[in-house]
């Protein structure tokens, strides 16, 4: 069974930065893209970025472009979220998720992750 750990979130003004991780239990973790999700009150789940399992490619929402970096250490098991210029709509919790085939570039869709983080709140004041 794969279990996803999110940890960095937290309050942090407008402007501010914050580091999302996200590491996984099990084996073979770098077979897999990995992907970010957030959802703030009262709103559906959204893409927010995803990462080929090298870590090659790279994709991005567009409100976040420029703005948010997601990386992986394979080695680790992590995949990281530096969440830059960060803005009061940013607000929400945000999952990881990992994608349901191997070797898999970024996806947009959560139907395509069967593996998903139990969520870490982030929240900025303006």
């Known amino acids: 069974q794969v279990q996803l750990v999110e940890s960095g979130g937290g309050l942090v003004q407008a402007g501010g930065s914050l580091r999302l991780s996200c590491t996984a239990s099990g084996r073979a973790f770098s077979s897999y893209g990995m992907g970010w999700f957030r959802q703030a009150p009262g709103k559906e789940r959204e893409f927010v970025t995803a990462i080929s399992q090298s870590g090659v490619t790279t994709d991005y929402a567009d409100s976040v472009k420029g703005r948010f970096t997601i990386s992986r250490d394979n080695a680790k098991n992590t995949v990281l979220l530096q969440m830059n210029s960060l803005t009061p709509e940013d607000t929400a919790v945000y999952y990881c998720?990992?994608?349901?085939?191997?070797?898999?570039?970024?996806?947009?869709?959560?139907?395509?992750?069967?593996?998903w983080g139990q969520g870490t709140q982030v929240t900025v004041s303006s």
């Open positions: 998720a990992r994608r349901m085939s191997t070797r898999s570039g970024p996806s947009r869709s959560a139907s395509d992750y069967n593996y």
